[in-house]
């Protein structure tokens, strides 16, 4: 299990519903060593092992600065688009916006991040009584979300995440990387500049 606690399984209507992860990488970054692209796949067990099988997409944002260039390229090649921001808790929260508006419900919602109180609580709560159908997942370091009132379904720890079902993900990167030469954008905030590869952005 890489629950901090008893995960609820997807309800019926959510199975194959879309699933949005937002990835604060600044607060739960690649670990030092960790293939990363091993992370969409590792993101993607977890869900299915609760039983949400749609479509997901993985963005990912923090100061990209200070992230080695083989993990943005790893990212890249699974198909994880990273946004260089330096407010990282408005980007998500609007990411939140925009995905309800170009998805109805029912669908997911999973946020990776350890600044809750900051910078998510009071906005997402807000918003989350006042939409219905959005659910909400959840992973964090130090399983700080089960203080938030957001009401949540799932609760992961980012390390437990990454390090279950090894063999699995090993396999799918493999394979994906095999299937497709296709890689994620790269994106500035502050300049408004997208690249294609890491070269090209650093």
Same mark, same amino acid.
């Given at each position: 299990?890489?629950?901090?606690?008893?995960?609820?399984?997807a309800a019926p209507?959510l199975?194959?519903?879309?699933?949005?992860?937002?990835?604060?990488?600044?607060?739960?970054?690649?670990?030092?060593?960790?293939?990363?692209?091993?992370?969409?796949p590792?993101i993607?067990?977890?869900?299915?092992n609760?039983g949400?099988?749609?479509p997901?997409?993985?963005?990912?944002m923090?100061n990209?600065?200070?992230?080695?260039?083989?993990?943005l390229?790893?990212?890249?090649?699974?198909?994880?688009?990273a946004?260089?921001?330096?407010?990282?808790?408005?980007?998500?929260?609007?990411?939140?916006?925009?995905?309800k508006?170009n998805?109805?419900?029912?669908?997911?919602?999973?946020i990776? $991040?350890?600044?809750? /109180? !900051?910078?998510?609580t009071?906005?997402? @709560?807000?918003?989350?009584?006042?939409? &219905?159908?959005? +659910?909400?997942?959840?992973a964090?370091?130090?399983?700080?979300?089960?203080?938030?009132?957001l009401?949540?379904?799932?609760?992961?720890?980012?390390?437990?995440?990454?390090?279950?079902?090894?063999?699995?993900?090993?396999?799918?990167?493999?394979?994906k990387? $095999?299937?497709?030469? /296709? !890689?994620?954008?790269?994106?500035?905030? @502050?300049?408004r500049?997208?690249?294609? &590869?890491?070269? +090209?952005?650093?």
């Amino acid at each position: 299990m890489s629950s901090v606690a008893k995960n609820s399984k997807a309800a019926p209507e959510l199975v194959n519903s879309k699933t949005s992860v937002l990835w604060d990488m600044d607060t739960c970054p690649v670990p030092d060593g960790y293939d990363a692209r091993r992370v969409r796949p590792s993101i993607e067990s977890a869900l299915k092992n609760l039983g949400y099988l749609g479509p997901v997409t993985i963005s990912a944002m923090g100061n990209l600065a200070k992230t080695p260039a083989h993990v943005l390229q790893g990212l890249s090649s699974s198909g994880i688009a990273a946004t260089h921001s330096s407010r990282v808790g408005h980007h998500i929260f609007c990411d939140c916006i925009t995905f309800k508006s170009n998805n109805p419900p029912p669908a997911t919602i999973m946020i990776i $991040s350890d600044k809750v /109180e !900051s910078d998510l609580t009071i906005q997402l @709560s807000r918003n989350q009584q006042f939409e &219905s159908g959005y +659910n909400l997942v959840v992973a964090s370091n130090d399983n700080i979300w089960k203080w938030t009132p957001l009401y949540t379904t799932a609760n992961w720890l980012w390390k437990t995440i990454l390090t279950d079902d090894q063999q699995e993900t090993r396999r799918s990167v493999l394979q994906k990387c $095999s299937q497709s030469g /296709e !890689s994620a954008s790269l994106f500035c905030e @502050s300049c408004r500049f997208t690249a294609s &590869s890491v070269t +090209n952005f650093t």
